[in-house]
């Protein structure tokens, strides 16, 4: 019998409908290679086919735009939005039209081409994770760029456009309608329920214990309620933190391993599965941290999007998240 | 330079970055062919492995569920809604949850297996457009059902997992979130614009000139100003009507020629690229119909919804709608 869960954060349904893993093609693979372009600009050796670096995690001794680096920030080639023009909206009839400004920057996650994030070191995505706080606290100065959302596309199935691991930085001038819906959400909830929905969420999840897919000490990832997607994953702080910038030193180590452990996880049961990363954060000007709660969303690409999610808002999962927790959680034999 | 459109519908913001086409992967045509499973539920003959057809347009003299038919609708055989269950909403401590109470049908629009929605004879669209709006007018008189959409995924990269032409209608028993924030967003417009947002819209696009795809005397195809995707077209009436059921017969052969013109444009221009075409339409019980105008969406899938979409709502779109009907309307050298 399908379902209907709700979103608690915001009124977004999804039907759950394990009848719907039933058909054909499905559960069909399609690995899909990029093409090789028998050149990677993200590799060792090759810094100068990138827009000079922003900033960079370095041996001592070794220079910018040269070999020697961990992790390398730089300007995507082809950006999304640009830092010039202004910032005034314009009418053309009944249109709105601005300028597209922002930054677009690319975290280039490793010099290896064939390294995956889920398989480097702890210490290696502390760093990494300590360059997302960085560029979030440099960026957030910035009084044009209202939002700023960091994301990762791994796999071609999930948009990425190049193989070698990274992820992306993007300013917006504008919060984005959906981050807006979301800070509502969590308004309207905190009045209702006197505290922070994400809070109280935890809860639940650690005392029905069935969509846990581990934990730390600091951090929990569980498969949200009403997962729009197969074996979607959730990591946030157990202890409310609304401001992903304020994590501190010595609790990144834990969300390194959290992030580690939950990628190896769907990796290691999904045969390395295409997914899209994403930190949803309180923009700083937003003061109201009580009611925001920061985290991490991770969504595999095993389903496609189609006519009717496009044309409703609401998801069909083939696979609920009780399963999905289920086959993560489950020894290898 | 990069340029942000706001949708006059409903607050979505687009990003318009054609720099982002020059992108090395981001145009390599992948075609993946679905399975051969040998054998089509869908085609002439295999009626009996179709749950029992609803409704069909029949030679005279033919059986349901037997050849002889040229459209045929049936249940989903995996049906993301069901007819049993309640309707209330029970609370599982923070979650909401229903019965997944609906219903999910197939037209099925073509006996043959190779021919594509734009290949067909205006005659037999206009008979595709009949089952349609026969489908609303019954499911809408049963009172569980709060909307019913159309729609239509074609090729894998659309979602499609059957190959053969057809096109689905499921009913809700929720009016999905999306459809209540558009027809908010049309009441808001009218109160602001004394009159319905897509009238103003088709008065402007029909002065400018420079978004119309092609059009008859009662309809206008045209390239939205804030596209999401490229080569997204959206095909109206030209005089307001807010229930696509309420369509006259001599109307729907006008229809069914710029749906024929558009689908084949797309298709030779294009390559035939995976879509998803959805009717957007007025709930019946909703009686502001001065508020309303139904429409039919296109949206090829030429490009993948990557993090920065799932995380902000925003879309990036490499080609303008400008760009986009100019290619569409250029003639063949």
Not at 28 to 48: I, M, T, Y
Not at 255 to 283: D, R
Not at 298 to 322: D, H, M, Q, R
Request: hydrophobic share 35%; with cysteine.
């Amino acid at each position: 019998m399908p379902e209907l869960r709700k979103d608690p954060l915001i009124d977004r349904w999804v039907i759950i409908s394990t009848e719907r893993s039933k058909r054909g093609s499905d559960w069909e693979e399609k690995v899909v290679h990029l093409p090789s372009r028998g050149f990677c600009p993200f590799c060792e050796g090759n810094e100068s086919r990138t827009p000079p670096e922003i900033t960079a995690i370095r041996e001592p001794g070794t220079s910018p735009d040269q070999p020697g680096w961990r992790i390398r920030v730089v300007p995507n080639k082809f950006p999304a939005l640009k830092a010039e023009g202004d910032l005034q909206i314009h009418q053309q009839g009944i249109y709105e039209i601005m300028d597209g400004i922002g930054t677009h920057e690319v975290v280039i996650e490793t010099p290896l081409h064939n390294t995956q994030l889920n398989e480097l070191p702890v210490a290696h995505l502390v760093d990494l994770i300590k360059i997302f706080r960085e560029r979030i606290q440099i960026l957030q100065k910035d009084p044009r760029f209202r939002y700023i959302l960091i994301f990762k596309n791994s796999g071609y199935a999930a948009g990425a456009s190049i193989e070698h691991s990274h992820s992306q930085i993007i300013a917006t001038p504008i919060i984005p309608n959906q981050v807006l819906q979301e800070i509502n959400g969590f308004k309207k909830y905190y009045i209702k329920g006197k505290q922070c929905v994400l809070c109280e969420i935890i809860q639940q999840e650690l005392a029905e214990k069935k969509r846990i897919i581990c934990w730390e000490k600091e951090y929990i990832a569980f498969a949200p309620f009403a997962s729009r997607f197969p074996f979607e994953a959730w990591i946030l702080p157990r202890k409310h933190q609304a401001y992903f910038e304020d994590i501190a030193d010595n609790s990144i180590v834990e969300l390194a391993q959290i992030l580690k452990n939950v990628l190896s996880l769907l990796s290691g049961k999904l045969n390395q599965p295409p997914y899209n990363l994403i930190l949803y954060n309180l923009p700083r000007f937003e003061k109201k941290k009580y009611i925001y709660h920061w985290r991490i969303e991770i969504i595999p690409k095993l389903t496609k999007v189609a006519g009717f999610e496009w044309g409703s808002g609401f998801y069909i999962n083939p696979i609920s998240p009780e399963q999905a927790t289920e086959i993560l959680r489950k020894n290898p034999d």
